[in-house]
């Protein structure tokens, strides 16, 4: 991906954030037989901790088993994941008043993620898999669903429809474009657009004493 120096982050811990803040994933791979580019959207968890030797981390989820991805293992795949994003519009640039030389743009977080596509059709790694991702999206409610409150048998016949996928992360990319190009007096104007358009996360991103800030990034 294109990225300047000046928008790039670098901080694994940083971009970590990111990808589990922001878990539905775009798994993007080069389709068999010369059929093009293949593009599908899967909730990714990432794992730093699974393999000890790749500070990157894996990825790991699920997916149908209609869904012929799985069939793919071992092919190398793009991960995209989607941050904080906003139209960014001139007329809240100081400059404007100033100069006039200026225009629109946008501002987003995103992170790319490579590696190889690995398959796991393993019913205990896919119901170790379904209860740390469900206590995972679950933890904001005020009552909790758990994977143990559905039958067994309901729960045996999902696992025989799904299989599991892990992806081993070789290469981290990390765009953090909010504004850092512009002066300081542009920024405090942009990020206070951005909150009385009710955009907070992007706001937050924005204002230079808080920028890259981990705990700004949901």
């Not at 990225?3 to 790039?8: C, D, H, R």
């Not at 409150?149 to 299989?163: E, L, Q």
Request: glycine share 6%; charged share 20%.
């Amino acid at each position: 991906m294109y990225n300047p120096a000046q928008f790039e982050e670098t901080r694994i811990n940083v971009i970590h954030e990111v990808m589990r803040n922001h878990s539905l994933a775009t798994i993007v791979y080069l389709g068999e037989n010369g059929s093009g580019l293949v593009g599908n959207h899967i909730p990714l968890m990432i794992d730093d901790k699974h393999n000890p030797n790749n500070v990157n981390g894996t990825l790991m989820g699920h997916v149908a088993r209609a869904n012929p991805i799985w069939k793919n293992s071992g092919i190398d795949v793009l991960v995209i994941f989607q941050g904080a994003q906003a139209y960014i519009t001139p007329s809240w640039y100081a400059a404007k008043k100033e100069h006039g030389k200026v225009v629109p743009t946008w501002n987003y977080v995103v992170v790319h993620a490579h590696g190889k596509l690995r398959a796991i059709d393993d019913s205990q790694w896919l119901m170790r898999h379904l209860n740390l991702a469900t206590d995972k999206h679950e933890s904001a409610e005020t009552r909790p669903w758990k994977v143990g409150d559905a039958p067994i048998d309901f729960m045996a016949s999902t696992v025989k429809a799904i299989v599991g996928i892990e992806i081993d992360i070789a290469r981290l990319e990390c765009k953090w474009k909010v504004s850092q190009n512009r002066i300081s007096a542009d920024r405090i104007s942009v990020a206070d657009g951005l909150a009385a358009r009710g955009n907070h996360a992007m706001s937050t991103l924005v204002n230079p004493s808080r920028s890259k800030i981990t705990q700004s990034l949901d």
